[in-house]
């Protein structure tokens, strides 16, 4: 019997998959997926054998990774339904979607865990907010929660209240660096530099940046100020982002995105 099956080889199922093989061997791995060309390619690929529907995976593996869209939940759910036991783990991965709403359609008081990862998670730099009721799991369950999350990059437990913010903070984030990256490098070729050039300057610096705020433990505040001379080149640009509404149209996407994740659970 697989240990961990995946439903759902998307963007987020494969780094996901390809994160397991780094702590869990390809025989404790099954994955499935609508698309059989897909399922083939990726069985090559990893060695990992797959399933031909979502029951069959069910039935075959104790964690079950829901690695599909929201809106494609309730489908999943009632492929599975009256297979997953009690000892079966099930792992979310879907905006919006709560525990409860979880166990109310899947009908029994399942063990369910909810997590938000990101695209990073492809080059093993993913960030993941996790919740689940730690008494319904004991010492093993939780950790191969932990290696599992932790095959991809950091993860950080959570309160479940905070899991739409979580969405916002790193699950659609890396969207708005990628749109900062081409703005800046637009910027860039605009003034004469090749655009080749100009992405890889402004994605090592934002790189660069990022670990700044990870490995010193300063502020961003501070860091910001270390760069800004006075009278210099680099707060003339931030008092341009200032009269642009940089900071406030940053937050106005962040409560856009949080007010969608939390209506996924509405609908």
């Given at each position: 019997?697989?240990?961990?099956?995946?439903?759902?080889m998307g963007n987020m199922g494969y780094a996901m998959l390809k994160g397991a093989l780094s702590v869990f061997s390809s025989g404790e791995l099954i994955f499935t997926d609508v698309n059989t060309e897909r399922m083939i390619t990726?069985?090559?690929?990893?060695?990992?054998a797959y399933a031909e529907t979502n029951a069959e995976l069910a039935n075959s593996a104790k964690y079950i990774v829901l690695a599909v869209k929201p809106q494609f939940y309730n489908q999943v759910l009632h492929n599975i339904e009256n297979i997953v036991k009690e000892d079966n783990v099930i792992i979310s991965i879907a905006p919006g979607i709560t525990?409860?709403?979880?166990?109310?359609?899947?009908?029994f008081n399942s063990r369910i865990v909810r997590a938000m990862p990101n695209t990073p998670a492809l080059l093993g730099e993913g960030m993941t907010g996790i919740c689940y009721d730690d008494k319904l799991l004991n010492f093993e369950e939780k950790d191969?929660?932990?290696?599992?999350?932790?095959s991809f990059g950091k993860y950080r437990i959570v309160e479940e209240r905070l899991m739409s913010a979580v969405t916002c903070a790193s699950g659609?984030?890396?969207?708005?660096?990628?749109?900062?990256i081409e703005a800046m490098a637009d910027a860039a070729v605009m003034k004469g530099m090749p655009r080749g050039a100009a992405y890889e300057m402004v994605a090592q610096t934002v790189l660069g940046a990022a670990k700044m705020v990870l490995e010193t433990g300063k502020h961003p505040g501070e860091l910001k100020d270390m760069v800004c001379s006075?009278?210099?080149t680099t707060i003339a640009g931030v008092a341009a982002l200032e009269e642009h509404g940089f900071r406030s149209s940053i937050i106005k996407a962040v409560e856009?995105?949080?007010n969608v994740a939390e209506g996924f659970n509405k609908k």
């Open positions: 019997m697989a240990k961990i099956g995946f439903i759902g990726v069985a090559k690929e990893t060695k990992v525990i409860q709403s979880l166990k109310d359609a899947l009908g191969v929660i932990a290696k599992l999350f932790g659609s984030s890396p969207a708005y660096v990628y749109m900062f006075p009278g210099g856009a995105c949080y």
